[in-house]
């Protein structure tokens, strides 16, 4: 190399060159060549090592190779090549210039670390699709795990490069920004917050990407597509997309479904408001026009038999049926309702049942129905619920019992 230093250096000399000339010339002669032989040499590798990973790819049956090329971890990879000949040559071509040769030298090594950067990104970025494609872990927050780990090597490469920048050691420069770590915290408090709330999310098992939450204040209410260190993504049922912070996870409360997801049935509590007026005795004609009700004859027959022996046993006077044990219309009524989900065929019977009487309310008595949908998809869910109510809702009248309602202006009127 000083051979053809020399050379070229004489030769502008004889051309009638000036010495200071004369160096500046030569080095950007050599600046040149270093730069296309770089370049030719990183066009070559980057080649040779896709087509190499292309072969490899349609080899094997595992798609992570192919992942690896759509990340260009093999670009990159090619990238270092041409970086470790231009640090080699680099005293070469400042050779006559050495004031140039330190800054160069610098941007050089901030080069490299970000070019690391690069690799490390695409490599994790790899992983993370990889892994998506794998069953087990498609529902966990991957993206939030990839993050951390890249704020924390930016970071890192941040202060390596601010470092070699400055001129000192990294350990002294790291010892200095302990004091400003007030400033650090303040300005990347959403940051800090995000990553603490991913990992007790992570841990914690508390969503999942697929899971149906309902988050009242932020107005979401759909399934989780996208979990990551700043943000919850929820696609939202009407299509719309929400976006909740990840932090917000821990400080808020909201509903996840997934445990009704993983259960046998969907639960049904809903509630008939009867009008208090309509409750009443039954009497003996009563519970026998209620006896040709199938569900109800057996109940009413044993319960009428056992009603009678308390009476006489009690010598209750019966011409006032306040005396003594009485069937009512509303007990009958939830007996009915009882009954009617214990033989409907898509209620799950290996789950609670219940038929129950909530305490009365300045709009009637509430009675509330609570049972579970063998069919936990909404549609089908909602049409289950729909068909009991719209049964009980028609089988009111044969109990003599009304469903509350607010007066409108057409009955006003009329009366």
Do not use: C
Request: charged residues 20%; without cysteine.
């Amino acid at each position: 190399m000083n051979n053809i230093r020399h050379s070229i250096y004489d030769y502008l000399i004889e051309e009638g060159v000036s010495a200071t000339m004369a160096e500046y010339l030569n080095m950007l002669v050599f600046l040149a060549g270093l730069l296309v032989i770089v370049f030719v040499v990183d066009f070559i590798i980057r080649k040779l090592i896709r087509v190499t990973f292309i072969k490899l790819a349609h080899k094997t049956k595992t798609n992570f190779d192919d992942l690896l090329i759509t990340n260009k971890v093999p670009r990159n990879i090619a990238h270092i090549f041409p970086l470790l000949i231009v640090i080699e040559f680099v005293p070469v071509v400042f050779y006559d210039f050495p004031n140039f040769e330190n800054p160069v030298e610098k941007a050089l090594k901030v080069f490299a670390i970000i070019l690391t950067l690069w690799v490390v990104r695409s490599l994790l970025n790899t992983v993370k699709d990889y892994l998506k494609t794998l069953p087990r872990y498609k529902d966990k927050p991957i993206d939030s795990y990839i993050q951390v780990f890249m704020i924390f090597a930016w970071v890192l490469g941040l202060f390596v490069a601010v470092a070699i920048v400055s001129g000192i050691t990294f350990f002294k420069f790291i010892t200095a920004l302990g004091a400003g770590s007030a400033v650090i915290i303040l300005v990347f408090k959403d940051t800090i917050l995000g990553f603490v709330a991913s990992i007790q999310v992570s841990i914690n098992d508390m969503v999942r990407i697929g899971d149906w939450i309902t988050f009242e204040k932020y107005g979401a209410d759909g399934d989780v597509i996208e979990i990551n260190l700043a943000t919850v993504k929820v696609q939202n049922f009407d299509k719309t997309i929400t976006t909740i912070p990840t932090y917000a996870l821990i400080s808020d409360s909201f509903k996840n479904w997934r445990g009704m997801v993983n259960s046998d049935g969907r639960r049904i509590k809903r509630a008939l408001l009867i009008k208090q007026e309509g409750i009443k005795y039954l009497t003996t004609d009563h519970v026998e026009r209620l006896k040709e009700i199938q569900l109800l004859t057996s109940y009413l027959e044993s319960r009428q038999q056992d009603i009678s022996k308390y009476n006489a046993d009690h010598k209750a006077n019966k011409e006032l049926l306040l005396n003594g044990r009485n069937l009512t219309n509303i007990g009958v009524f939830r007996k009915y309702i009882d009954s009617y989900l214990k033989q409907h065929s898509a209620i799950n019977k290996d789950m609670m049942i219940m038929a129950r009487q909530l305490a009365p309310t300045s709009q009637g008595i509430p009675m509330e129905i609570y049972a579970f949908s063998s069919d936990k998809r909404w549609e089908n869910y909602e049409y289950i619920m729909s068909d009991i109510f719209d049964h009980l809702l028609a089988a009111l009248p044969y109990f003599d019992l009304e469903v509350f309602e607010l007066p409108t202006g057409a009955i006003a009127i009329k009366n």
